[in-house]
Nanobody
Framework: QVQLVESGGGLVQAGGSLILSCAAS????????MGWYRQAPGKQRELVAT???????KHAASVKGRFTISSDNAKNTGYLQMNSLKPEETAVYYC?????????WGQGTQVTVSS
């Protein structure tokens, strides 16, 4: 089993920045990919960015150039650097990890962008 705990969410003004963290524990040796998703009120959960050892990083077109996904394997932690945030990006942001055919989710962290 893999456990994920997100942190770093909060309230920020439009144009501001936040760094989200995702601390992994448990069977971390089995993780093959990590990703960040977000879900705004009344909307479906959407993929923001992924990182794998084989394919590197990928970012959704809507955040490319503003968000950066990264990981620190020594700390078993993934990150999402978010710059130039927009009010429409207000959402709960979730960390996810793929491991042994399963997908594990964190509890989510709220990001609110005020206009």
């Amino acid at each position: 089993q893999v456990q994920l705990v997100e942190s770093g969410g909060g309230l920020v003004q439009a144009g501001g920045s936040l760094i989200l963290s995702c601390a992994a524990s448990g069977s971390i040796f089995s993780i093959t990919a990590m990703g960040w998703y977000r879900q705004a009120p009344g909307k479906q959960r959407e993929l923001v960015a992924t990182i794998t050892s084989r394919e590197g990083t990928k970012h959704a077109a809507s955040v490319k150039g503003r968000f950066t996904i990264s990981s620190d394997n020594a700390k078993n932690t993934g990150y999402l650097q978010m710059n130039s945030l927009k009010p429409e990006e207000t959402a709960v942001y979730y960390c996810a990890a793929a491991s042994l055919g399963n997908y594990h989710w964190g509890q989510g962290t709220q990001v609110t962008v005020s206009s």
